[in-house]
């Protein structure tokens, strides 16, 4: 039988999903009407029949349209990417960025741009995946304690930093159209992006968000702690090493096709867990695709519309953002690590 507290719980739940939801639609909407040129409501309405000015139609169609599409994609497996890997590791703070998956992606994007690599679009986020799960497993052997957040974020923090010096070296050899493509690369930016790369993170997403979204039972169970875990029959080495490789082919799909876009992985879990008020996987997984979809692209039409004309890099309002919000969390992870000695 269910209980009053219960049906209140299924109510938020189901409001939060919904508000969700709403809150993507009114962005993309925006998104797409804001410009530049401005579109009417009723303008855009004709475009998506078919009429409309042919210029407004075609900025709409060809440019507005598969950014919005990308930026929702690439949100919503970041926040999965995310909850995955804190989950996984029973850390908060957990993240691709301080895990060093996002460098060794990066690392790998930028050998390939930089050396002019005769290597098929298509294979750039297989090779991206490569070189971040083995940034992300050097950093885990290294920290051996996966519940000790200040030693991962050193360790991660130490990997990026020689990561990103090989990048500089590689630098020197590319010429000035390389430096300029790279640096839009290294901040996150979402800019100029077609339907062609849309075309080649949609298979990412098709597998690896149903994929994410069935690990929420494993998770559960992995945030009991192994020796509970392995009591109650899951297989803890194969179910961590699983999430752990979806978690980082979300991230390398992404950092294949858009940058490094930092802390929508890092952000979307916690606020998750906070408005659900529950850290239930189960629960925290879909919400937490909502949000990074929804952060992501509100945030790329910030960085589109705030200096207009000049469109920013969506990775620097992101970065802006989560930077001090990554430093309240390790001073919270601190100051419990004090209260508990």
Known sequence: MTTPAARINRLRIAFLMLAGVVGIVVVALAFLMLGPPVVSPHELIAIARGGGSSFNRIVVIQLWLPRLVLGLLAGAMLGLSGTLLQDTMRNPIAGPELLGVTSGATFVVAVITLLHLPVDLTLVPWLALAGGVAAGTLVVLSVGRISDPIRLVLTGAALAALLNAGIFVLI???????????????????????????????????????????????LNLLQLGDDVAGGLGLPVGRVRLLTLTIGAALVAAVVAIAGP??????????????????????????????????????????????????????????????GPILLLLLRRQLGARAAAT
């Open 172 to 218: 020197s050899y590319g010429n000035t159209n390389d430096i300029a493509l790279l640096f839009l690369f290294l901040v996150g930016s979402l800019a100029n992006r077609t339907w062609n790369y849309v075309t080649m993170v949609l298979p990412w997403a098709i597998v690896g968000i149903p994929a994410a979204l069935l690990c929420g039972r494993a």
């Open 261 to 322: 876009i930092s802390f929508i992985a890092l952000l979307a879990p916690h606020l998750a867990r906070r408005l659900l008020r529950t850290s239930d996987s189960r629960q925290v997984l879909p919400l937490s695709a909502l949000l990074g979809a929804l952060l992501l692209t509100a945030a790329d039409l910030l960085a589109r519309r705030a200096f207009a004309p000049l469109d920013l890099p969506v990775g620097v309002f992101t970065t802006v953002i989560g």
